[in-house]
């Protein structure tokens, strides 16, 4: 399934190679960040791989942006972008944006939209919440995913941040991870979303399972392992759009369970058509 860009009659130049995955994990840490075009001209040119990449990937990933144009998908509509408001300071989009991730996790974009909608409406900064009983921010999230258990992360995270991080959200990975109840793919969607720095692929269950059943990555098991895989060789400037791409297409085509293989544009190169 994989093939090399060389392996194709393709040119070696320098955006064919990627830099290793500890190399890929210093850029992540932005706290102590240096200019992204450094850390890549540190790199000895000994030490690069060529990048393997799958077959058709450009053709597919070119029929997804097509299935995915009416961008109708819940994640378009109440994705975590969708999950703050314009009138309200930078800082605290940010912070929406933080919290809707971290409540999103087992559960369904129209849920989490409603309990954002509930929070912001009460007041959503990071004093608001430390100064909210647990039994009034359960009232306001429920019936997230584990809701109970997301009241100790939201009230935690909110102590850290105030008396860590100035009161804001963490500016790197490596900073945000160590807050109650935010994972990788929590972390680098924030860095994406709420900095607007790409340091990395958001991967949840829809873009785990698409990019198994594409032959994008190889047999992984768990979405972190798909991010490393993923970050190999898809080109950095897909980054940005490849999470909300994939999660739509997850959530309207190709489905957890009987994905509609007949209606979708890849069903001749994708090697699980059915
Ligand atoms: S052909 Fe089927 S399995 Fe393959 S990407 Fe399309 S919907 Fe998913």
Redesign the pocket.
Known sequence: MFTTAAGRGMATTSKYFRPSTRSLAKMANTCNQKPEKKVSSKIPRQKLKVRYEPEHWVR?LSNIRAMRSSFDAPVDVMGCERCTRDDVTEEEKRFHILVSLMLSSQTKDHVTYAAMSRLIEHGLTIDDIIGTSEEKLGSLIYPVGFWKKKVGYLKRACVMMKEEFGGDIPKCVESLVKLPGVGPKMAYLTMTCAWGIVVGIGVDVHVHR?CN??GWVEGTKQPEQTRLQLQRWLPREHWKEINSLLVG?GQQ???PIA???Q?????NI?????
Not at 270 to 274: D, E, F, G, M
Request: charged content about 20%; aromatic content about 4%; some cysteine.
């Open positions: 597919t698409v059943r594409l297409f085509v190709c489905l994905p509609k293989c209606q979708c544009l890849n069903k994708c090697p699980s058509a059915r």
